[in-house]
């Protein structure tokens, strides 16, 4: 049974750095392609950045150059390091395979940025 938990979210200020973690377990592998996602209130969720097998990454324009996905295959956790942060980045962030399985996504974790 997969089980993907969320965290490291918080309040910021705009300009600000967080990094989440999702710790994964059960049938995810090192080679498991990856993604962190986004919901804001209102829209619908989207994919933000993603991390391949091979360790490709690719990110939306909207956060190309202040995220950075990685992941740690000793410790089962994939991360989303996030710097420069602006009000634009206030969501709730979820981490789910990059073809999302509706059954695996968590609660996910609060970010709110403010300005």
């Known amino acids: 049974q997969v089980r993907l938990v969320e965290s490291g979210g918080g309040l910021v200020q705009a300009g600000g750095s967080l990094r989440l973690s999702c710790a994964t377990s059960?049938?995810?592998?090192?080679?498991?392609?990856m993604g962190w996602y986004r919901q804001a209130p209102g829209n619908q969720r989207e994919l933000v950045a993603r991390?391949?097998?091979?360790?490709?990454?690719n990110y939306a324009d909207s956060v190309k150059g202040r995220f950075t996905i990685y992941r740690d295959n000793a410790k089962n956790t994939v991360y989303l390091q996030m710097n420069s942060l602006n009000p634009g980045d206030t969501a709730v962030y979820y981490c789910?395979?990059?073809?999302?399985?509706?059954?695996?996504w968590g609660q996910g974790t609060q970010v709110t940025v403010s300005s």
């Open positions: 789910n395979t990059y073809f999302p399985i509706a059954g695996y």
């Open positions: 059960g049938r995810i592998f090192s080679i498991t392609p």
């Open positions: 991390i391949g097998g091979s360790g490709t990454t």
